[in-house]
């Protein structure tokens, strides 16, 4: 029997994105994808398939914090890349480059957006 995965509504990126980097099965990649998707559809107006897009690009950004293994076995399972520095197979970013583009990215976006950004960690939940 198929074990249902459930995702909290009101679970963090790292309480939803943490099982998936020490997932090593396909069958259970594939089955906490399709969780993950559901989970997203629901907590928001996405369609299915922007869901997935969604979910594909999450998990490979979330990957690229983990070391190479971790992420080259996450894009893998995921079929997934880091949206913003590509497939691991490729290499990776200096931390020069990691840096330029990440000023570039937050250069692009209004100042309004990170004035409203609301901030939660772990020590929130106290």
């Known amino acids: 029997m198929r074990e249902i995965i459930h995702i909290p509504n009101e679970a963090t990126i790292g309480e939803k994105y943490d099982t998936a980097m020490k997932i090593t099965d396909p069958e259970e990649a594939k089955q906490y994808f399709e969780a993950c998707v559901l989970h997203n559809m629901l907590v928001s107006d996405n369609s299915r398939e922007k869901a997935i897009e969604i979910?594909?690009?999450?998990?490979?950004?979330?990957?690229?914090?983990?070391?190479?293994?971790?992420?080259?076995?996450?894009?893998?399972?995921?079929?997934?890349?880091?949206?913003?520095?590509?497939?691991?197979?490729?290499?990776?970013?200096?931390?020069?480059?990691?840096?330029?583009?990440?000023?570039?990215?937050?250069?692009?976006?209004?100042?309004?957006d990170f004035e409203t950004m609301e901030i939660k960690n772990e020590r929130d939940k106290v």
Not at 82 to 105: N, R, Y
């Open 55 to 112: 979910e594909k690009a999450n998990l490979g950004y979330y990957a690229g914090y983990y070391n190479d293994e971790t992420r080259a076995r996450v894009e893998k399972l995921f079929d997934s890349t880091h949206p913003f520095f590509g497939p691991i197979s490729k290499g990776k970013p200096t931390p020069q480059e990691a840096f330029d583009t990440g000023k570039k990215l937050a250069s692009n976006r209004p100042l309004k």
